[in-house]
Nanobody, 125 residues
Framework: DVQLQASGGGLVQTGGSLRLSCAVSGVIFDDYGIGWFRQAPGKGSEGLGWISNDGMTYYIDSVKGRFTISRDNEKNMAYLQMNNLKPEDTAVYYC???????????????????YGPGTQVTVSS
């Protein structure tokens, strides 16, 4: 079974940056897409974006240009670089895996079915 663990959260001031990491084990990482999600206090889960097994990325509009998702297949790791953070970015962030996928697969939010524990990000005003 796939196992995921997000880390790297913390307290940051408005305009600051954080890089979250997602460690993945139990599967052939190269064949899996990784999605990043968050849940703010009192709100439902929100998908932020994903990186496919081929390295293609997708972002929702509200984080496009501020957040960057990447992956290191040698380390079985995915990353979420967050810049210009705002108080409304305060949430628990977590990663999810979907797959396995073949070459140039088309991903969808429903593909991400395995989730790991999240990491808290707090942005102070």
């Amino acid at each position: 079974d796939v196992q995921l663990q997000a880390s790297g959260g913390g307290l940051v001031q408005t305009g600051g940056s954080l890089r979250l990491s997602c460690a993945v084990s139990g599967v052939i990482f190269d064949d899996y897409g990784i999605g990043w999600f968050r849940q703010a206090p009192g709100k439902g889960s929100e998908g932020l974006g994903w990186i496919s097994n081929d390295g293609m990325t997708y972002y929702i509009d509200s984080v496009k240009g501020r957040f960057t998702i990447s992956r290191d297949n040698e380390k079985n790791m995915a990353y979420l670089q967050m810049n210009n953070l705002k108080p409304e970015d305060t949430a628990v962030y977590y990663c999810a895996a979907g797959g396995p996928f073949g070459f140039m697969a088309t991903l969808a939010w429903s593909d991400f079915t395995s989730y790991g524990p999240g990491t808290q990000v707090t942005v102070s005003s």
